[in-house]
């Protein structure tokens, strides 16, 4: 890594784990799931052009297409995070008023940051699970050489969807309108079942690979 | 994040998707390891000094000062990966030798480099286990408010460990020495049995109180 980069790595490091509560946790969630599709970006970038995966180029081409995409989503929801926190707390913040058209009004501010607050993070859970997907096929027919970059990717991914997952939680419990809550939950629940068994199967497909 | 960490950030994760074999799985594993003693830093810092929580303080005190300790050796991982990466593939790129004896020092060179690439990874998976253990504390006993942020660090901190393992494993599979690939390969053994029920325990104490 150039130094430049360590340090603002570092830098970065030291903002999580200070008192200031943005970044927090999910903006760790998305460069997790950043970090997964990069992974699956390098399997493929080290597979493609090899003569012994060249029946494998084709998919492993559309496979970089995508999480090369997925990369940069991820990466833009790390602000995306920041950006719904602080609309929360500033709703939050908003005097509480006097009258009840005054109150009601802070109150649909607060919710209204609250739908957004569930919605970032169920975006990036969304995200999350198709690097996972995407992990699965590069174990499968990555280089492999480079193939425990395979397993790596799909254990980043998956903590960026656990992660994910925590703050589509938090923010979905305070919200009034519990059929956009409840549905929001029901997409997670079925993300996280299907992703955790492609998480488990492509794990131990590249474990099987290391001899 | 400041704009100038969000570029470097993004670069980094540019030399991670590349064709370029470092940075790769080892330096993700120990980012995710940093991450995970971040964040359960940035919960003792938001739990420290609130009246609520003076019964723990003395507790989360003693916590903050081992996960700030780890979040600066995992950090350093990072690097020491890449170097024991470039060690390995340097001791293969050695002229093989026309003599027996030219022969042995190259395979001895090579199998030390493999020794120090098992090693390397291994004290990654050691750092990131004894993350897992303050995550557990800071679930158990952190500021509600921010008890998501607990469960995001053990997630990232196992992420970090399970990909960390992957590349202990494919070294050892190279060492001649079996004596040596075995012992570590036991220890790894015990350190994700008792991670993995640990995270799973802290991940449902953090779901549990998020209402």
Redesign the interface.
Known sequence: ??E????????????????R?T???G???A??G??G???V??VC??TIGKPKYVEVEGELKEVLVR??RL?GEL?KA??DD?KAFDAVMGAYGLPKGETDEGKAARTAKIQAALKEATDVPLECARLCAEVIKLAEVTAEKGNLN?I??A???V??A??GL??AA??V??NA?SIKDREFADGRLSELEALLGEAGSTTLKT?DV??SK??
Chains 1, 2 share one sequence.
């Open positions: 890594m150039a430049a980069q360590a340090q603002a790595l570092g830098e970065f490091l030291d903002d999580l784990a200070s008192e509560p970044p927090g946790g903006g760790a969630a460069i997790s950043a970090m599709a990069a992974l970006s390098m970038n080290l999480s090369e990369r990466t790390i602000g920041v480079v425990s970059d397993g790596v990717a254990q980043s998956y903590a656990m992660s925590l703050n939680r938090v419990a794990y590249v474990k290391l001899g």
